[in-house]
């Protein structure tokens, strides 16, 4: 079955590392996002990319940077990880061409602890 | 700044019965609304949509309005199962633009009691 799979699926770290958490998908969509979720919160975009030369802020993209390796495979990086980032990440994607639906097709999530 | 206020925040129903989630929204350039459903433990998924040049969807026996005067929209589940125990969220998109760009509600977690 065509995936969106997110590594690693679980990391604990400590306050100023750097982390990279990774998206790949074999849906063979153009459009990929990261989104935040936080208890009580909701979800909250990060980053958005529609081709791999095309990069969009979100609503919440500050201490956050983003790579579109390939049209399959976009990766989130917190450069010095802080307390407050704690939060289950999800990557997302969505067909931007004659499929598309506007619906998201969400991975499985990366549960980030910053110690 | 944009955003969607979405309520009740918990809302418990007896099997059979009808639960009613609303949702208003303050981007008037918004012009897709989808509802997303999160088992525990498990990734949102959409459930259902509706766009702006349409008022009301139904989909078995799930159902969504929307007034875009009013700048609200509701989710409608009728003859509830426990299966439908989860966490629903409303969104908006943003903007105008792409309906991947959403603006999520907090989320309102549904129990439906046997």
């Known amino acids: 079955d065509a995936d969106v799979t997110q590594t690693p699926r679980n990391r604990i770290t400590k306050t100023g590392k750097r982390i990279m958490l990774e998206c790949s998908q074999t849906?063979?969509?153009?459009?990929m996002y990261w989104y935040r979720q936080d208890p009580g919160l909701g979800l909250r975009l990060i980053y958005y990319?529609?081709?791999?030369?095309?990069?969009n802020k979100g609503e919440i993209s500050d201490g956050y940077s983003v790579s579109r390796q390939a049209q399959a495979k976009f990766s989130l990086s917190l450069e010095s990880a802080i307390p407050n980032q704690t939060a289950l990440y999800f990557c997302?994607?969505?067909?931007?061409?004659?499929?598309?639906?506007?619906?998201?097709?969400f991975g499985e999530g990366s549960r980030l602890t910053v110690l | 700044g944009e955003n969607v206020e979405q309520h009740p925040s918990t809302l418990s129903v007896q099997e059979g019965d009808s639960a009613v989630i609303k949702c208003t929204y303050s981007?008037?350039?918004?012009?897709?609304f989808p509802w997303y459903k999160q088992e525990l433990g498990k990734r949102p998924q959409l459930i259902i949509d509706?766009?702006?040049?349409?008022g009301e969807k139904k989909d078995q026996r799930i159902a969504v309005t929307l007034n875009k005067t009013a700048k609200h929209f509701s989710l409608h589940i009728t003859e509830t199962q426990p299966e439908d125990s989860a966490v629903y969220f409303c969104?908006?998109?943003?903007?105008?633009?792409?309906?991947?760009?959403?603006?999520f509600g907090k989320g309102t977690k549904l129990s439906v009691k046997p």
């Open positions: 849906k063979g969509h153009d459009r």
């Open positions: 990319s529609f081709d791999v030369k095309d990069i």
């Open positions: 997302a994607t969505s067909d931007g061409g004659r499929g598309n639906t506007g619906e998201l097709f």
């Open positions: 509706i766009r702006s040049n349409v």
């Open positions: 969104a908006a998109s943003r903007n105008g633009g792409s309906q991947g760009n959403l603006i």
């Open positions: 981007d008037s350039a918004s012009n897709y």
